[in-house]
């Protein structure tokens, strides 16, 4: 398996990109120590490190990413953020990017033929470790920041389904 | 039953699980506090109460519980049954599954309060008006409507989750939850799932299906904790909780 070098953070607030420092294990992945050290901060904090934060500048501009990021489609937002800051596949070199969702992979190597996704147990467990310390690895967040941020986008993303559905009845699934 | 409005002769004690209250009169009842004072979410009894002041000579203030009906909500039933843990508690995050109308959900966001957030996933449009409209009422109600076998769908509207509820009564739900706790569920967080044994298998008895379906979760590395049967209150189900464990033991 390749290393992974890069980490994409999807939150209510913005998209975060991070480098993997210290590449974790593949094959100890399940052990309890490796799980521990996602959960401690300041070991978790050691394994990676914040290269770029790209905050939504609105409610629009953060529903219509949460839009994307559910039908698995690379916002321009996002596409942004990637053209930035991951080096350039100069001769033949590949970056690697962990992701969360194999849908969005495609839309990714799409517009970057240099960059390729990474969807596996490790990424996940890295991804978790992301999500349980966004609050604190996004210095320029305010306590609260997020939770607000997720009140307004899970009331917008709701409320666009219900009002969009063009059937008023349930969708029935077995 | 209106009589236990008139207040005089109620009593209302804290329950063994943080959040939750019994109201003392002529019959028991379990409530909890109410989030949003003066209001009903779904014309259930509202039971107000004086608190003493802490001042030694201020006015009581007063403090409004809503009463928790166990044959509506399978969680009030399997605290009534005597659930050890229900890692639902002040302050907690908490992701649930199958939210409806956010009846039951109510009252969860008043006992996770102000410091806490409940996630409520409901996939139904129909219910899903219904439950944005009371999360109107209470901030720390978060509606998502999606369909929970794609969590990955809303995993931008969600942080790291202290516990999981579920009743999604669907033939797949242990993969469904299994699925949730894999994105959101901190590590040794708890996980409560309703198991309507009709809605699995309505051939097999309804303890083969029980033991089926928690033999899936361990699958998904849930280790049970407890099953308990909902009776009286509902029929062929229980209530399974168990504690996520992302590390092998």
Request: hydrophobic share 40%.
């Amino acid at each position: 398996m390749a290393a992974v070098d890069y980490l994409l953070q999807e939150t209510s607030v913005g998209y975060g990109l991070y480098q993997v420092v210290q590449q974790p294990d593949t094959i100890g992945n399940r052990l309890k120590e490796v799980q521990e050290a996602t959960q401690d901060l300041a070991r978790f904090g050691k394994m990676i490190k914040l290269v770029s934060f790209a905050p939504f500048q609105g409610a629009a501009q953060a529903l219509e990413n949460a839009n994307d990021i559910s039908e698995g489609i690379a916002n321009d937002h996002l596409k942004a953020l990637l053209e930035i800051n991951l080096p350039k596949g100069g001769g033949g070199k590949r970056v690697v990017l962990g992701i969360s969702d194999k849908n969005l992979a495609s839309s990714i190597k799409a517009a970057f033929s240099s960059v390729d996704c990474e969807t596996n147990d490790v990424v996940q467990d890295l991804l978790r470790g992301l999500r349980l310390w966004a609050p604190k690895l996004l210095k320029q967040l305010q306590d609260g920041d997020m939770d607000r941020a997720q009140l307004g986008l899970g009331h917008a993303y709701s409320r666009a389904k219900v009002k969009f559905s063009v059937q008023k009845n349930d969708n029935h699934i077995i | 039953a209106a009589g236990a409005r008139g207040g005089a002769k109620v009593v209302v004690e804290p329950h063994r699980h943080a959040g939750v209250f019994v109201a003392r009169s002529k019959e028991d009842m379990l409530v909890t506090k109410n989030l949003s004072p003066g209001e009903s979410v779904y014309g259930e009894k509202r039971i107000s109460v004086d608190t003493p002041s802490t001042d030694a000579d201020g006015a009581p203030t007063k403090t409004e519980y809503r009463v928790w009906n166990p044959f509506r909500s399978k969680l009030a039933a399997g605290i009534l049954g005597g659930l050890d843990d229900i890692f639902i508690q002040p302050g907690a995050k908490v992701l649930y599954l199958g939210a409806a109308s956010g009846t039951s959900v109510s009252h969860v966001a008043d006992i996770v309060g102000p410091t806490g957030n409940v996630y409520a996933v409901e996939f139904s449009h129909r219910s899903g008006r219904d439950l944005i409209n009371m999360a109107k009422k209470r901030t720390n109600v978060i509606p998502i409507i999606e369909d929970a076998r794609h969590p990955l769908k809303y995993r931008m509207l969600i942080g790291m989750v202290d516990a999981v509820f579920a009743d999604v009564a669907q033939p797949d739900q242990a993969r469904i939850v299994g699925l949730n706790c894999h994105l959101f569920l901190k590590d040794k967080g708890g996980v409560l799932v309703s198991v309507k044994a009709n809605c699995i298998d309505s051939t097999a008895a309804p303890e083969a299906v029980f033991a089926r379906e928690v033999q899936k979760m361990r699958e998904e590395r849930i280790k049970p904790l407890e099953q308990l049967t909902l009776e009286p209150f509902e029929r062929d189900h229980c209530m399974v909780v168990g504690r996520y464990l992302r590390s092998q033991s």
